[in-house]
C-alpha cells in the first residue's frame, strides 16, 4: 500500500511561485508514473500535471498551466514535485498527488490508483 503526502501549499499573491512536494511511502515510487491534479471549488479534480516513464522521463501538462508549473521526481528521495511560478487567481484548488501501478502516461484521474490528502493553495489578486 502506497501512502503519499503532499506539502508546501499555502497562500501566495498573484504573480508568486509555490513548490509542492509529495512523499511517498510503503513503496518505491521508481519508475512509475506519477501525477498532479486540482480541484476548485464547485468543480470537477482535473488534470494539471504528470511525468512517466517510456524509455525516459517523459512530462505533460495541462494547457491551463503549461510554461508556468514543472513536475520533477527525485526518485531517491520517493519525492515528486510540482514548481508553480506566475500563478494567479484561476489556480487556487486542492492540490492531489496521485500514482499510478505502471509506468505509462496517464492524464484522467481514473487512471491513477492511490491518492494523497490534497493541500490547498490560495492565490490572492
Known amino acids: 500500500q502506497v501512502q503519499l503526502v503532499e506539502s508546501g501549499g499555502g497562500l501566495v499573491q498573484a504573480g508568486g511561485s509555490l513548490r509542492l512536494s509529495c512523499a511517498a511511502s510503503g513503496r518505491t515510487i521508481s519508475r512509475y508514473a506519477m501525477g498532479w491534479f486540482r480541484q476548485a471549488p464547485g468543480k470537477e479534480r482535473e488534470f494539471v500535471a504528470s511525468i512517466s516513464w517510456t524509455g525516459g522521463w517523459w512530462t505533460y501538462y495541462a494547457d491551463s498551466v503549461k510554461g508556468r508549473f514543472t513536475i520533477s521526481r527525485d526518485d531517491a528521495k520517493n519525492t515528486v514535485y510540482l514548481q508553480m511560478n506566475s500563478l494567479n487567481s484561476e489556480d487556487t484548488a486542492v492540490y492531489y498527488c496521485?500514482?499510478?501501478?505502471?509506468?505509462?502516461?496517464?492524464?484522467?484521474?481514473?487512471?491513477?490508483?492511490?491518492w494523497g490528502q490534497g493541500t490547498q493553495v490560495t492565490v490572492s489578486s
Open positions: 496521485a500514482g499510478r501501478n505502471s509506468r505509462g502516461v496517464a492524464t484522467t484521474k481514473g487512471e491513477y490508483d492511490y
